[in-house]
């Protein structure tokens, strides 16, 4: 079983930044594949971005260039800086965690999620 912890979720200004942190638990965080998604009010749940074992990225299109998406095997934690966010970017953000190792963009292929961040964008 593998539990996912996000943190770093709060209220921004529109053109503003703020950097999401998930940790996980278990010893083959290493191996995982690891996503973040959002979900707004009232819309589906939406894929943000991924990253594989490797380190190779994906993202969503309109979060290309704005976000970047890390992760710190030894610190067993994967991150989502986002940058110029605008009021659309408001949701509540997930990292999920995929045990095959891929990036991957369907919900359906991960494993394990947390329980969210929200993240507030004012304008």
């Known amino acids: 079983q593998v539990q996912l912890v996000e943190s770093g979720g709060g209220l921004v200004q529109a053109g503003g930044s703020r950097r999401l942190s998930c940790t996980a638990s278990g010893r083959t965080f290493s191996n995982y594949g690891m996503g973040w998604f959002r979900q707004a009010p009232g819309k589906a749940r939406e894929f943000v971005a991924a990253i594989n074992r490797s380190g190779g990225t994906l993202y969503a299109d309109s979060m290309k260039g704005r976000f970047t998406v890390s992760r710190d095997n030894a610190k067993i934690a994967v991150y989502l800086q986002m940058n110029s966010l605008n009021v659309e970017d408001t949701a509540v953000y997930y990292c999920?965690?995929?045990?095959?190792?891929?990036?991957?963009?369907?919900?359906?292929?991960?494993?394990?999620w947390g329980r969210g961040t929200q993240v507030t964008v004012s304008s």
């Open positions: 999920a965690a995929e045990t095959g190792g891929w990036a991957l963009k369907e919900d359906s292929e991960y494993d394990y």
